[in-house]
């Protein structure tokens, strides 16, 4: 796409429409507002795909909550909490004009692919343009990981505990794995994750909890399978549990629990609505699963050396999940466990371990990132 024809195309005039908006918008910012939001609409409806969902508006509530909370002068009250009103209607003003320069964004880049951009960035100089989306696609999926996290255990304090105390705590968690997160892709991380065959290369020794961490889709079960083939031929007792991911259609997938030793299996969890009070974002899980997986970890710590449990999770963390079978793993003092958990969730590994499990905290710790 050349810039005499993406001036001449129908996305350019729509994408300036919203921009000259942007210059309106504060004095009829409702009116502008939604006749921006509706050209966006019109042009393409998947622009506006995002803001259905309800995830979107997570960090606005927290930042709209959180501007009048803490800055200006508090001159009004609701239940018993000072604000500012007039530091809430500039958050209100402010979020109003982010959602439609996302807008803006979402015109100028649906439907375009890396490979159809980068040479127009390329023309006007900016040549590490491939390296900058590659580095927002490692971002972003961490920074979504992080939400969905945090308001998981949100959703379960805020049940027993409906307080302003309740929203600031999960505002502070939430900055602080932003920062951690900073702090992660400012380290000097350039060396390549430990293969599998690696770690067998040095299993021995004292007792080891191995930690696989990444997120969604960066290949955790992929290494514990590979981990597996190669322990076998090895000769190592090996056992435990690990979840593979099974397609099924119109977007919908579901995982399968396999019992290492005797490739026995359940089915975990399912995206399509179930009957059971064990909930964890898009998936219901199958409680008698739970149950079976559970016997099968006992099981497992009777006949081998090492454990596999993939993975660790919001279940277990919240008291659920494989929790019972990681207590039986505890009670013994000579075996080495592998257990995957998403990258969200890592800064806070110690404290469930500590908490939960705390046998296994003395266990010297690898982390292995995917």
Avoid at 340 to 368: N, Q, V, Y
Wanted: aromatic share 12%; hydrophobic share 45%.
């Amino acid at each position: 796409m050349n810039c005499l024809s993406f001036i001449k195309s129908k996305r350019f005039l729509i994408a300036l429409t919203i921009f000259i908006g942007l210059f309106f918008i504060k004095y009829y910012p409702v009116i502008i507002g939604i006749i921006l939001f509706a050209i966006a609409a019109i042009y393409d409806a998947k622009t506006i795909r995002p803001l259905k969902n309800y995830k979107f508006w997570i960090v606005i509530a927290i930042l709209i909550i959180a501007v009048p909370l803490f800055t200006g002068t508090a001159d009004r009250s609701i239940w018993g909490i000072d604000y500012s009103s007039g530091q809430l209607q500039k958050a209100l003003s402010m979020t109003l004009r982010g959602i439609c320069v996302f807008l803006l964004f979402q015109v100028l880049t649906i439907n375009l692919s890396i490979e159809k951009i980068k040479p127009s960035f390329n023309k006007i100089g900016f040549r590490n343009f491939d390296i900058l989306y590659n580095l927002s696609n490692e971002i972003f999926p961490k920074i979504k990981s992080i939400l969905l996290a945090r308001y998981g255990l949100f959703k379960e304090h805020w049940k027993s505990s409906k307080t302003a105390n309740t929203l600031l705590n999960f505002s502070v968690d939430i900055f602080a794995d932003f920062f951690d997160l900073i702090k992660q892709l400012g380290a000097d991380d350039s060396g390549r994750p430990t293969a599998p065959k690696d770690l067998l290369a040095d299993i021995s020794g004292e007792n080891k909890l191995i930690v696989i961490s990444g997120n969604a889709g960066s290949g955790k079960t992929t290494w514990i399978e590979e981990f597996i083939q190669l322990a076998n031929s090895s000769g190592i007792k090996l056992d435990g549990l690990y979840s593979k991911k099974i397609i099924e259609s119109n977007g919908l997938w579901h995982h399968n629990l396999i019992r290492v030793a005797t490739n026995d299996e359940r089915r975990l969890n399912t995206m399509e609505s179930l009957e059971t009070t064990i909930k964890v974002g898009k998936f219901f899980f199958y409680e008698k699963s739970l149950t079976w997986g559970n016997d099968q970890i006992k099981a497992s710590c009777e006949k081998a050396n090492w454990i596999i449990i993939d993975e660790i999770g919001l279940l277990e963390f919240d008291g659920g999940g494989f929790l019972p079978g990681l207590k039986q793993i505890e009670a013994r003092n000579n075996i080495n466990i592998i257990i995957t958990i998403r990258a969200s969730l890592l800064p806070h590994l110690d404290e469930f371990i500590a908490d939960k499990i705390p046998l296994l905290g003395s266990l010297p710790k690898h982390i292995i990132k995917l």
